[in-house]
C-alpha cells in the first residue's frame, strides 16, 4: 500500500468515526449527550484550527523563509557561473545548505503532525519513537514500558493515543522540572490503557483555563472515541495523565 493509500484509508477512517457519532448525536436529539457530544466537537475543531495556525506559522517563519533564501542564492549562481566561479560554486554551496535545512523542518513538523512510523509500524513503535525523540532533546529522563497483545489497532485510535501522549510527554518535559517521565501502555480484554506521569511541581488543574488548547485537545480526543482522559495533579506532586478507552482492533 503505497503511502498516498494510506492517508486516504486513515482519513477515511476518521471521518467514518466522526459520522458515527454524528449518528449517536441524532439519536438522541434533545439529550444531554447531544450537548456533550456538540461541545466535544466543536473543541476538537478549535484546537485543529489552532494546531494549523501554529504549523503555518512554522511553514512561513522556517520553511519558507529558508527556500526563498535558497532561491536568491541560486539566481546568483546563474549570475555568476561563467563570469565569476569561485563566487558561483559558493552560491551554489549555500544554496544546497539552505535546501537541506528546509527538507529537515519538513521532515520534523510532519513527524510531529502524524510521524510515519505510526503508520507503518503502529502505536508502540510510535511511543518508542516519541521517546527517544525526547531523549535526544534533552530534559527528562522519558521511560516507556508497554504491555500489550495486540500488533495494530483502528488508525483512528492509533492516531488518538499517540497525539495525546505527545502533548503529555511535551508538556512534562517543558513544565515539570521532574527528573523522571514514565510513559506506560497497557490494555485488558476491551480496554487501552496510557499513562504519562512525571514527578515534578505538578500544578492545579481548576486553574487551567477551560480553552487551554492542548489539555482540552487530549480530553475531546478521548470523548470522541467513548474514551476518558483524567489529569490529577497537585503543587509539589507530580502530575498522571491517564487515558482510558476502547480497544478497537484493525
Known sequence: MTESQKTKRQL??????????????QAGEGSPAESETEQALRHLLESSDHERQLIAYEIHDGIAQQVAAAI????????????????????????LEMLRQAQGEARRLISGVRPPVLDESGLVAALVHLVQDQRVAGGPRVEFHSDVAFNRLAPVLENA???????????????????????????????????????GVGFDPASVP???????????????????VTIESRPGHGTTVSLVTPLRRV
Open 72 to 95: 536568491m542564492q541560486l539566481q546568483s549562481y546563474e549570475h555568476l557561473h561563467k563570469i565569476a566561479p569561485a563566487k558561483a560554486k559558493t552560491a551554489f554551496a549555500a544554496a
Open 210 to 228: 477551560a480553552d487551554h488548547f492542548g489539555l482540552e485537545g487530549v480530553r475531546e480526543r478521548a470523548r470522541l472515541l467513548g474514551g476518558k
Open 161 to 199: 493515543a499517540y497525539r495525546i501522549a505527545q502533548e503529555a510527554v511535551t508538556n512534562a518535559c517543558k513544565h515539570s522540572r521532574s527528573d523522571r517521565v514514565r510513559v506506560m501502555l497497557t490494555q485488558d480484554e476491551k480496554q487501552l490503557r496510557l499513562e504519562v506521569r512525571d514527578w
Open 12 to 25: 477515511l477512517d476518521e471521518i467514518e468515526e466522526l459520522r458515527r457519532r454524528i449518528g449517536v448525536l
